[in-house]
């Protein structure tokens, strides 16, 4: 089955609105991560989150290890958030195991 | 800070030809990475090296072959490429492969490969 599914696939939003992206995960993955990638192609780590909360700006990010699953908060959405986020997480190979992202609009 | 760079950034190949990219890092860290991303999916790991001399497989690596002779560079081969590896390859580097401490995952910025 899909170990890492990301959730919508896509969004629009106007700018200043708010968002939440999901990533559930199944048991064979941990050690959850999100990525952010340009509309250039260049992809950066935003948080390495097994559990609980972090907060880095406007963005913050929640993971529920126990319910296996793990939240994207962008608040003040800004047109350079406009990109693909990635969750991801570790298998017991140590390999990172990528959800088929969400691509982020945001329109000016 | 150059931090990884890959080359070429774009490739354009018959379909039966080889040719290598390159990636290197600057950041003396351990390990290195290759990944493709197609269309609507996220990266899927090909090869990895958790030091110099050192080579694994990942989740697709049929079709491809690296090498990992210095610390600094991860090449990434294609004997005989086919339509099926047209795809935007990704370099990667870390300091450490356990996550534990935080430690970032490094992306060179992309070799675009198209194979007709």
């Known amino acids: 089955g899909i170990q890492v599914e990301q959730s919508p696939p896509d969004l629009i939003l106007q700018e200043g609105a708010n968002s939440t992206l999901r990533c559930n995960f199944s048991?064979?993955?941990?050690?959850l991560q999100w990525f952010h990638q340009n509309p250039w192609g260049q992809l950066i780590n935003l948080f390495y989150?097994?559990?609980?909360?972090k907060q880095n700006g406007r963005l913050s990010a929640t993971t529920v290890a126990t319910e296996r699953y793990s939240l994207l908060y962008i608040s003040s959405s800004q047109t350079t958030d406009s990109g693909v986020y990635f969750c991801?997480?570790?298998?017991?190979?140590?390999?990172?195991?990528w959800g088929a992202g969400t691509k982020l609009i945001i329109k000016p | 800070n150059a931090g990884v760079t890959q080359t070429p950034k774009f490739r354009v190949l018959k379909t039966g030809q080889s040719m290598t990219l390159l990636c290197a890092q600057d950041?003396?860290?351990?390990?290195m990475y290759w990944y493709r991303q197609d269309p609507g999916m996220g990266l899927r790991l090909i090869h990895y090296?958790?030091?110099?001399?050192?080579?694994a497989k990942g989740e697709v690596p049929d079709g491809y072959n690296v090498s990992r002779l210095k610390k600094q560079n991860f090449l990434l081969g294609l004997e005989s490429a086919a339509p099926s590896q047209t795809s935007v390859y990704f370099c990667?580097?870390?300091?450490?492969?356990?996550?534990?401490?935080?430690?970032?995952?490094?992306f060179g910025s992309g070799t675009q490969l198209s194979v007709l």
């Open positions: 991801a997480g570790r298998d017991s190979n140590y390999q990172l195991i």
């Open positions: 989150i097994p559990s609980g909360t």
């Open positions: 090296s958790v030091g110099e001399g050192t080579t």
């Open positions: 950041m003396n860290h351990e390990y």
């Open positions: 048991d064979s993955v941990n050690n």
């Open positions: 990667a580097s870390s300091s450490r492969r356990d996550f534990a401490t935080n430690e970032k995952l490094f």
